[in-house]
């Protein structure tokens, strides 16, 4: 039985929540993008640790013991218990304390993060100076794993492609529109002659998502990838069509090496900002960012600058005024 609790199991303990709120080992691994098999290992470990079983599987499917029950009970009392721990530490004073993680797509990175990143992170920084801030920049697939395993607190992504039940606010828009390469056949088609018709006589590659649209090109044998940053290798082959954000293109579309296909018609909008979890919101600080992030929104970039210039300002006399 576990007489001191270790970090290690902290995390076992939140995979058995997710096993027990999925009602099985599949269920939970589609989920967490964990394998069955090694979530079947390290559940069987917290039984070892635990010293009781904590769930039957069978014909009848899957159901916790009456030990389960109340482990799952604890498990969630705990969560609760070090959100409450965190909260209350930091009421200790008016400033923030501790660390904020933050994920980045890469896509997002290159262009529509900065309109309200930075902004983020000035006004975190101006009225939390003892605040940490850690930034990444990674895949899509991988921020979303990261948020979803508690990696990152919040993530500045694409909101519409999520394959998990995440929490998510709408910052911005991106806006993409079906590519090739300047040496496939359809560079040479004027935009008035593309058809769907058209576009489905040759090979493409579709994102592996539910995307907020009708994907003119996706077929039965079209590659799949999970963002844009690996459809653009298929495409610059020559040997592809499919869609890009306008921003990832935008190189090797002055450099003549990219073919943008009737924008007009085949031009769209995918919805990007903020993803967490619900159950983060507990936390002060990723809340404080959060509503932060919101209100930085809804000044529009103007409104932000100035607000971040006032917040500066205000920092430095402080600053001076303890240094005096």
Request: glycine fraction near 6%; charged fraction near 25%.
């Given at each position: 039985m576990i007489t001191r609790l270790q970090p290690s199991d902290i995390k076992l303990l939140r995979l058995f929540v997710q096993v027990?709120?999925?009602?099985?080992?599949?269920?939970?691994?589609?989920?967490?993008?964990?394998?069955?098999?090694?979530?079947s290992i390290q559940f069987k470990l917290l039984e070892q640790r635990l010293g009781v079983p904590l769930c039957r599987r069978g014909r009848a499917g899957f159901t916790l013991t009456p030990e389960g029950r109340r482990i799952l009970e604890a498990a969630r009392q705990l969560e609760q218990d070090m959100n409450d721990f965190i909260s209350s530490a930091s009421e200790v004073t008016r400033e923030l304390h501790g660390s904020l993680s933050i994920g980045v797509s890469q896509v997002v990175s290159r262009d529509y993060a900065l309109a309200g990143l930075p902004a983020l992170i000035n006004r975190l920084h101006a009225?939390?100076?003892?605040?940490?801030?850690?930034?990444?920049?990674?895949?899509?697939?991988?921020?979303?794993?990261?948020?979803?395993?508690?990696?990152?607190?919040?993530?500045?992504?694409?909101?519409?492609?999520?394959?998990?039940?995440?929490?998510?606010?709408?910052?911005?828009?991106?806006?993409?529109?079906?590519?090739?390469?300047?040496?496939?056949?359809?560079?040479?088609?004027?935009?008035s002659r593309i058809t769907d018709e058209l576009l489905?006589?040759?090979?493409?590659?579709?994102?592996?998502?539910?995307?907020?649209?009708?994907?003119?090109?996706?077929?039965?044998?079209?590659?799949?990838?999970?963002?844009?940053?690996?459809?653009i290798?298929?495409?610059?082959?020559?040997?592809?069509?499919?869609?890009?954000?306008?921003?990832?293109?935008?190189?090797?579309?002055?450099?003549?090496?990219?073919?943008?296909?009737?924008?007009?018609?085949?031009?769209?909008?995918?919805?990007?900002?903020?993803?967490?979890?619900?159950?983060?919101?507990?936390?002060?600080?990723?809340?404080h960012a959060i509503e932060t992030a919101r209100e930085l929104s809804e000044m529009g970039e103007e409104g932000s600058k100035a607000s971040i210039a006032a917040d500066q300002y205000g920092h430095r006399i402080s600053a001076m005024e303890q240094g005096s």
């Amino acid at each position: 039985m576990i007489t001191r609790l270790q970090p290690s199991d902290i995390k076992l303990l939140r995979l058995f929540v997710q096993v027990a709120e999925r009602a099985g080992f599949s269920a939970a691994a589609r989920a967490t993008n964990i394998s069955q098999s090694t979530i079947s290992i390290q559940f069987k470990l917290l039984e070892q640790r635990l010293g009781v079983p904590l769930c039957r599987r069978g014909r009848a499917g899957f159901t916790l013991t009456p030990e389960g029950r109340r482990i799952l009970e604890a498990a969630r009392q705990l969560e609760q218990d070090m959100n409450d721990f965190i909260s209350s530490a930091s009421e200790v004073t008016r400033e923030l304390h501790g660390s904020l993680s933050i994920g980045v797509s890469q896509v997002v990175s290159r262009d529509y993060a900065l309109a309200g990143l930075p902004a983020l992170i000035n006004r975190l920084h101006a009225r939390n100076p003892k605040l940490r801030i850690k930034l990444e920049v990674r895949s899509s697939a991988e921020l979303e794993d990261g948020i979803d395993k508690g990696e990152f607190d919040i993530a500045y992504m694409e909101t519409g492609f999520l394959h998990r039940d995440l929490e998510t606010i709408a910052l911005f828009d991106m806006h993409s529109n079906i590519y090739c390469a300047s040496t496939h056949p359809l560079a040479e088609v004027a935009d008035s002659r593309i058809t769907d018709e058209l576009l489905k006589n040759f090979a493409s590659v579709v994102f592996d998502i539910n995307a907020p649209f009708i994907n003119p090109l996706r077929g039965d044998d079209s590659e799949i990838t999970s963002s844009s940053e690996s459809s653009i290798f298929f495409i610059m082959s020559g040997a592809y069509v499919g869609y890009l954000s306008d921003v990832l293109a935008e190189p090797w579309l002055s450099r003549g090496d990219l073919h943008r296909i009737a924008p007009d018609r085949y031009g769209c909008n995918f919805p990007g900002g903020l993803v967490f979890r619900k159950s983060s919101l507990s936390n002060p600080i990723i809340l404080h960012a959060i509503e932060t992030a919101r209100e930085l929104s809804e000044m529009g970039e103007e409104g932000s600058k100035a607000s971040i210039a006032a917040d500066q300002y205000g920092h430095r006399i402080s600053a001076m005024e303890q240094g005096s």
